[in-house]
Nanobody, 123 residues
Framework: QVRLVESGGGLVQAGGSLRLSCAASGRSTIYTMAWFLQAPGEDRKFVAQ????????VYADSVKGRFTISRDNTKNMMYLQMNSLKPEDTGVYLC?????????????????WGQGTQVTVSA
């Protein structure tokens, strides 16, 4: 049973920074992991993804240059460093992983999800 647990959310002013963490357990091999944003009243949208073995990354255009996704293979941890935060970054951030099917940066390609951590950016 794959389990993903996010942490690190909170309330921050625009221009501030937060670092999110996602702890993965229940599987010996991790393929790709990603962060998604669920804003109120909106569809879940892709933020960033990382290929576990190579560290190769993909970012949504809206976060390029502001967010950095990373992982610690030894701890099965994934991180999202968020800088220069904007009010439109507000929402629940969820981490996700796949079954090894080379997912596209879209929610439907991911199989396992955490419960999410709330990020609120005030103007």
């Amino acid at each position: 049973q794959v389990r993903l647990v996010e942490s690190g959310g909170g309330l921050v002013q625009a221009g501030g920074s937060l670092r999110l963490s996602c702890a993965a357990s229940g599987r010996s091999t991790i393929y790709t992991m990603a962060w998604f944003l669920q804003a109120p009243g909106e569809d879940r949208k892709f933020v960033a993804q990382i290929v576990w073995s190579s560290g190769s990354t993909v970012y949504a255009d809206s976060v390029k240059g502001r967010f950095t996704i990373s992982r610690d293979n030894t701890k099965n941890m994934m991180y999202l460093q968020m800088n220069s935060l904007k009010p439109e970054d507000t929402g629940v951030y969820l981490c996700a992983t796949d079954r090894g099917n080379w997912p596209r940066p879209t929610p439907s390609d991911y199989d396992y999800w955490g419960q999410g951590t709330q990020v609120t950016v005030s103007a």
